[in-house]
C-alpha cells in the first residue's frame, strides 16, 4: 500500500464509524480529533478495525502516533507498504 | 466445534454483543432456549395480532443530542445510525398522582416549567438535579449515591414532586423495592426526562430482525431452542456448556445475559464470592387491550401514564395477584408516526405478585387474568378517559409469561438488586451482561452487551 492508499483506508474506516461527518476537508497536519469528533471508544475502534481489516496491530503505546492524518500514514507505512 | 464466545440468550444485550463480536471477527454463537430472540424484549402473536411482550417505547431519543448521548454512542459501536431503528417521537406523558398531573415531552424544560407551576420554587431545583445526573453521567456515575430517593430529595424539596418524579422511573428500570440504586436512577431520569421517549411503529421486532442480520452477516451463529443447561467448569476455567439435549459445545469464553442468579444456577462456581446476590422480587402483569378505534378518539391522548392512586408511591412486590393502585399505561398508536398504525391499542402494566400467577391451576390462571384486568380497567378508567366498550380483543403476560420465556426467576423484569457492574464472575472467563449487569431498557440493555463484549472479550 501507498501512503494515499493507507490514508484512504483510514478515511473508509473512519466514515463507517461515523458516517455523517464531513470527511472532505481534513487537514493532514491537524489532530484528527480536533476536525472530526471522534470520541476514546471511535478512536479505539479504529485501531480495531486496522487489525480486522489489514491484520495491523498498533499496540496501546502508540496511540500517539495516530494523531494526525499525517503521522497515521507515517506510522502505518511500515506495517502496511508489503500489503 | 470449538467458539471463541457462546453467549447465553438472544435479547437486546445477548445480540449486541454478537453483533460487536462477530464483526471483529470472533467465531461466536448465540444460544437461545425460546424459539424466539428478543429475551425480555421480545413479541408474539395473538388473536390474529403483533403484540409486543416489552417495549412500551425506547428511551435515550435524542436525535439531535450531542454524540456524547448513550444512544448515539451505542449506535456507532454497532456501526448503525439513528435512522436504521425508524424510531418516531412521543406526544406527549404524564404523570398522575391523587393531587397533581404532572406532563413531560421529549424536552426537559416543559417538564421543569410543569414542576415549576405545581410546586413553587422547583423549577430551579429540577434543573439543578438534571446538571448532577448530567455530571455523573460525564463520570460514568462514579461516587453516585446509593438511594435515589435521598439523592432526588437532596435537590428537590417537595416530597411530592420526588414520588412523582419517582414513578415512571422506578416503573422503567427499578430492580429494587421502595427505592433505587441512585446511579441507576440519574441514567433512567436522563433517558427518560431529558432524552425521552420514541417508538418503532412496528413494534421491537424490526429492531430484533435488524440485529439479527447484522450479527448472521458478520457470521455469527443462532441457534434457538438452545437452553443451557450447565457451565462446564475446570480449574476455575469454563470450558464449554451443556444443552438442555445434553450436546456438549465447547467454547473459550462465555457471555451470559441469563441473569446473574440464573447463571449462578447453571455455573454455581459464578457466585460473586463478595456479594450474597438474592433474585430479583418485582413483576409486572400487563394486559394488552385491543381497541377498535384510535385511542386518542377517545381522548386517550398521552403516549403514556404513569399513575399512583396513593400519594406515596408504593413499588412493591404486590400482596394481592395485581396490585392495581399503580401503573403504566401506554398507547402505541400515541407516537409522531408518518402514518396512523393498523391496530390500536392500550397496555396496561400493574405490580403483579409472582406467587399468585406461578401457584395457580389452569382454570384459576385463566379466571385471574379476566378477574384481575378488570380490576385494573376499573381504575385505569378513573385516570384516562373510558374506552373498555371500544375494546374487541384484550390478551394478558403475567409474571409466570416472564419467566417462562425469558428465564428470569420471579419474572423479575429488572433483574435481581446485585448489580454486576463490570460484568466479571468468580470463573475468570464467564462474563455476565444485560439486566444484571446494570444497565437496563433497550437501549440500556444494547450498551451492555457491547460495553461487555468491548471490555472482556475484544
Known amino acids: 500500500m501507498t501512503g494515499e492508499g493507507i490514508r484512504q483506508a483510514i478515511i473508509d474506516i473512519i466514515r463507517e464509524i461515523v458516517p455523517d461527518e464531513d470527511l472532505s476537508g481534513i487537514d493532514a497536519e491537524k489532530p484528527l480529533r480536533d476536525q472530526i469528533d471522534l470520541d476514546s471508544m471511535d478512536f479505539l475502534d479504529i485501531v480495531m478495525e486496522l487489525r480486522k481489516r489489514y491484520s495491523v496491530e498498533v499496540p496501546e503505546q502508540d496511540y500517539q502516533e495516530l494523531e494526525s492524518m499525517s503521522s497515521t500514514v507515517n506510522y502505518l507505512l511500515p506495517k502496511m507498504e508489503s500489503l | 466445534m470449538r467458539y471463541d464466545v457462546v453467549i447465553i440468550g438472544a435479547g437486546m444485550s445477548g445480540l449486541s454483543a454478537g453483533v460487536r463480536l462477530a464483526h471483529f471477527g470472533k467465531k461466536v454463537a448465540i444460544l437461545e432456549r425460546h424459539y424466539r430472540v428478543g429475551g425480555l424484549n421480545s413479541f408474539y402473536r395473538s388473536g390474529g395480532y403483533d403484540l409486543d411482550v416489552g417495549l412500551h417505547a425506547v428511551t435515550n431519543y435524542s436525535p439531535d443530542g450531542p454524540k456524547s448521548a448513550p444512544m448515539a454512542r451505542l449506535l456507532r459501536r454497532l456501526r448503525m445510525r439513528m435512522s436504521d431503528l425508524e424510531l418516531y417521537p412521543q406526544k406527549v406523558s404524564r404523570i398522575v398522582f391523587p393531587d397533581a398531573t404532572l406532563e413531560f415531552t421529549n424536552d426537559f424544560d416543559h417538564l421543569a416549567r410543569q414542576s415549576g407551576k405545581l410546586f413553587p420554587g422547583q423549577e430551579e431545583s429540577l434543573r439543578r438535579l438534571k446538571d448532577e445526573v448530567f455530571r455523573l453521567y460525564e463520570n460514568n456515575f462514579s461516587g453516585a449515591p446509593k438511594s435515589a430517593r435521598r439523592f432526588a430529595s437532596s435537590f428537590i424539596t417537595a416530597p411530592d414532586l420526588v414520588e412523582m418524579l419517582m414513578c415512571p422511573v422506578m416503573f422503567y428500570g427499578s430492580a429494587w423495592e421502595n427505592d433505587m440504586e441512585g446511579g441507576q436512577f440519574a441514567l433512567l431520569f436522563m433517558s427518560l426526562y431529558c432524552e425521552g421517549f420514541a417508538r418503532p411503529k412496528n413494534g421491537i421486532r424490526p429492531i430484533l430482525d435488524l440485529l439479527v442480520e447484522r450479527y448472521k452477516n458478520s457470521g455469527g451463529e443462532m441457534r434457538l431452542r438452545s437452553g443451557v443447561q450447565r457451565i462446564e467448569v475446570l480449574k476455575g476455567k469454563a470450558v464449554g456448556v451443556v444443552l438442555d439435549n445434553g450436546d456438549t459445545i465447547e467454547c473459550e469464553a462465555i457471555l451470559s445475559s441469563a441473569g446473574l442468579m440464573e447463571t449462578i444456577a447453571i455455573c454455581p462456581e459464578a457466585s460473586p464470592v463478595d456479594l450474597a446476590p438474592e433474585a430479583g422480587r418485582m413483576s409486572f402483569a400487563e394486559s394488552i387491550n385491543i381497541i377498535d378505534r384510535p385511542a386518542d378518539e377517545l381522548g386517550l391522548d398521552a403516549s403514556i401514564t404513569f399513575f399512583s392512586a396513593n400519594r406515596k408511591f408504593r413499588y412493591r412486590r404486590s400482596a394481592l395477584p395485581v396490585d392495581v393502585q399503580s401503573g403504566v399505561i401506554c398507547v402505541p398508536g400515541n407516537f409522531c408516526y408518518d402514518e396512523p398504525p393498523d391496530t390500536h391499542m392500550v397496555r396496561i402494566t400493574n405490580i403483579a405478585d409472582p406467587g399468585f400467577w406461578e401457584g395457580a391451576d ?30 374487541t380483543y384484550f390478551d394478558m403476560f403475567t409474571p409466570r409469561t416472564i419467566r417462562k420465556f425469558t428465564g428470569h426467576i420471579n419474572g423479575a423484569v429488572y433483574g435481581s438488586p446485585t448489580k454486576l457492574g463490570d460484568g466479571k464472575t468468580p470463573v475468570e472467563n464467564v462474563f455476565v451482561c444485560g439486566t444484571d449487569q446494570g444497565y437496563l431498557g433497550v437501549v440500556g440493555s444494547m450498551i451492555s452487551g457491547v460495553e461487555i463484549a468491548n471490555q472482556r472479550l475484544l
Do not use: M, Q
Open chain 2, 362 to 391: 389452569k382454570a384459576g390462571y385463566e379466571k385471574g387474568k379476566i378477574e384481575w384486568r378488570d380490576k385494573s380497567l376499573e381504575v385505569v378508567e378513573t385516570i384516562v378517559p373510558e374506552f373498555s366498550d371500544s375494546v
